[in-house]
């Protein structure tokens, strides 16, 4: 990829340069000393296939004279550095054909995901050969811990198995995913998106997440729900599509009624986690909803059952559940009310509050079953818990 930098800040466009070749493999870099009087000749000398434009002044009053530009050189890709650029900005930004936006001074990680992105428009190889996986979690009945769960087992894909997530919120009607590990107010959300569909890729979708860490976003659910009716289910296939082709991990917190956005989305995954806890009145609508899941033909495979809230002193046993739904239980997490509570009270992620917890632990087994291998080389605590199961 031929790779132009155009700034009129020489140490900064240096600093962006060397990030750029410390993965050399197929990039050349051009720097040009300028700015936005110079983009045209910037382009017509180095020929760039991606340009970075840092340091403008008053980005948003330059967007137009951007869109321009980058009209008459068709085929190259933008990318804007610009310090603590605003969600309106962003958008303003998408629709002038400005591929992506990133803070100044870009992180490495962050520039490199960038190009990532970019290379794969550009037909290059993708070093992602896989698409990711696909994972739905979903109640057996309202209150069962599905969203935590996905929420926080996402975080934990993220910061301690180093892997990229996104978690998509498809509780049209009443998502709140985001609050569970997150204090951002989501500026964009998934019927934004739906409403934008002639321009989706990996760049609008990424504009429209919150960022919760480098590696893990989360697309908010609709803000109410006279957006979330407009929603199809062609439209939400296409963004989980989009997602799994980008990163890790898809993680969907879905709800239980079984609409065609639901079903859409569920057909698309790879594994099913319906999460029920032990009274009856869970057993009794985790027997309907398993029921009509392998009715819909999904194998038993496919589903995990996890049960949330356990006690020691439970009434009904594990082996009760496993007999009244002929399946297995995946996963059992302890109640720990305090713990969780405080965790979902400052929406702060409980492997972050308390890694040593109980449903911390939990969650590391569930990461433990998709990563066997990596999990037997563990040592410590880690590698004595995985030792034990
Ligand atoms: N293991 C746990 N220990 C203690 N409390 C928990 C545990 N898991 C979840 N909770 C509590 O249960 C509450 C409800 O969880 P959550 O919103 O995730 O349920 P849900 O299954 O997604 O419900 P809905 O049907 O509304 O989508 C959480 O706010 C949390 O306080
Ligand atoms: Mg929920």
Not at 174 to 191: I, K, Y
Request: hydrophobic share 50%; charged share 20%.
């Amino acid at each position: 990829m031929k790779i132009t930098i155009i700034s009129s800040d020489q140490p900064r466009m240096e600093i962006i340069e060397q990030m750029l070749l410390k993965v050399p493999a197929g990039r050349s870099v051009a720097l040009y000393l300028g700015g936005m009087n110079d983009l045209s000749v910037a382009m017509d000398q180095t020929k760039p296939d991606l340009l970075i434009i840092d340091g403008l002044i008053d980005v948003a009053a330059q967007l137009g004279g951007l869109e321009t530009a980058m009209a008459c050189h068709p085929g190259v890709a933008c990318v804007l550095v610009c310090s603590a650029p605003s969600s309106e900005l962003l958008m303003a930004a998408m629709r002038a054909g400005v591929r992506d936006v990133l803070p100044s001074p870009p992180d490495a990680a962050a520039l490199d995901a960038s190009l990532g992105r970019i290379a794969s428009t550009l037909g290059e190889a993708s070093p992602q050969v896989q698409p990711g996986k696909i994972m739905a979690f979903i109640p057996c009945k309202g209150g069962s811990g599905a969203t935590f769960l996905a929420a926080n087992f996402a975080y934990l894909l993220a910061t301690e198995e180093k892997q990229r997530v996104v978690l998509l919120d498809l509780n049209l009607n009443f998502g709140d995913a985001s609050l569970f590990v997150s204090d951002q107010l989501p500026q964009m959300n998934l019927a934004d998106v739906c409403g934008d569909m002639t321009r989706l890729d990996a760049s609008l979708l990424d504009a429209s997440m919150i960022h919760v860490v480098h590696n893990f976003s989360i697309l908010a659910a609709p803000d109410s729900i006279e957006r979330a009716v407009a929603i199809r289910p062609e439209q939400v296939e296409a963004i989980i599509k989009l997602a799994a082709a980008e990163y890790d991990f898809v993680i969907l917190d879905v709800s239980r009624d079984l609409g065609p956005v639901v079903l859409r989305a569920l057909d698309l995954a790879d594994r099913i986690f319906p999460v029920l806890q032990l009274t009856l009145p869970f057993i009794r609508d985790a027997k309907r909803l398993i029921g009509a899941l392998k009715s819909l033909g999904y194998s038993d495979d496919k589903l995990g059952v996890i049960v949330n809230r356990l006690e020691h002193n439970d009434d009904i046993g594990l082996a009760d559940v496993e007999r009244t739904l002929g399946l297995k239980v995946m996963l059992a997490v302890a109640n720990s009310f305090k713990a969780v509570s405080a965790s979902v009270n400052q929406g702060v992620p409980i492997v972050m509050l308390d890694k040593k917890n109980t449903v911390s632990m939990s969650l590391r087994l569930l990461a433990r079953q998709l990563f066997p291998a990596t999990a037997a080389r563990r040592s410590g605590w880690l590698g004595q818990l995985f030792g034990m199961v």
